[in-house]
């Protein structure tokens, strides 16, 4: 059974940073996808970045230029940074992962106040 932990979340000002992490329990050099999503109160959960196995990016529009998805082999790690924080961007985060099977994180939760 594989296991993603997120950590890294958290209660912060708007216009503040949080860079979250995730880590996986297998290696994720062959992944095939590995991402991250949120769930606002109220809202269907939705992505917000995602490393596609090429090396490609894809953010939804909401975050471009403030949030950065990358990616730690050695520690078989994705991280999403990110800055400029609005509160539109509280949610729960959830780490995604695809090795042909996807597997979720328990999420971690990030609070932005105004």
């Known amino acids: 059974q594989v296991q993603l932990v997120e950590s890294g979340g958290g209660l912060v000002q708007a216009g503040g940073s949080l860079r979250l992490s995730c880590v996986a329990s297998?290696?994720?050099?062959?992944?095939?996808?590995m991402g991250w999503y949120r769930q606002a109160p109220g809202k269907q959960r939705e992505l917000v970045a995602i490393?596609?196995?090429?090396?490609?990016?894809r953010y939804t529009d909401s975050v471009k230029g403030r949030f950065t998805i990358s990616r730690d082999n050695a520690k078989n790690t994705v991280y999403l940074q990110m800055n400029s924080l609005k509160p539109e961007d509280t949610g729960v985060y959830y780490c995604?992962?695809?090795?042909?099977?996807?597997?979720w994180g328990q999420g971690t939760q990030v609070t932005v106040s105004s």
């Open positions: 297998r290696s994720i050099f062959s992944i095939n996808a």
């Open positions: 490393l596609i196995s090429d090396g490609s990016t």
């Open positions: 995604n992962a695809d090795w042909g099977y996807t597997y």
